[in-house]
Nanobody, 124 residues
Framework: QVQLVESGGGLVQPGGSLRLSCTAS????????IGWFRQAPGKEREEVAC????????YYADSVKGRFTISTDNAKNTVYLQMNSLKPEDTAVYYC?????????????????WGKGTLVTVSS
């Protein structure tokens, strides 16, 4: 059974950093497209970053450009989201999702598998 498991969430002060991890089981990420999404209380889910190991495309939401970086470690079958200069408005449950077909990040609505999420709280 395909599983995506997120880790690395927690409480951090404004201006701080966190690195989220997403590890996949039962399928390889090396040809997949992987996205990080977040959902804050009372808000719709939004995609914050995406990387395609299929066609090399990358995407960042305007709200996180220059602060968040998505990367993959194929040897560990893991995707990371490095989050720097965190703001209170980054507080949300963060989910990773994967498209095993490696489609373009800008295509939209391509994710077939989803993790259960990890909570990030940015507060002093």
């Amino acid at each position: 059974q395909v599983q995506l498991v997120e880790s690395g969430g927690g409480l951090v002060q404004p201006g701080g950093s966190l690195r989220l991890s997403c590890t996949a089981s039962e399928f390889g990420l090396d040809y997949s497209t992987i996205g990080w999404f977040r959902q804050a209380p009372g808000k719709e889910r939004e995609e914050v970053a995406c990387i395609s190991n299929g066609d090399g495309s990358e995407y960042y939401a305007d709200s996180v450009k220059g602060r968040f970086t998505i990367s993959t470690d194929n040897a560990k079958n893991t995707v990371y989201l490095q989050m720097n200069s965190l703001k209170p408005e980054d507080t949300a449950v963060y989910y990773c999702a994967a498209d095993p077909y490696g489609r373009n990040c800008y295509r939209g609505d391509i994710m077939d598998f989803w993790g259960k999420g990890t909570l990030v709280t940015v507060s002093s």
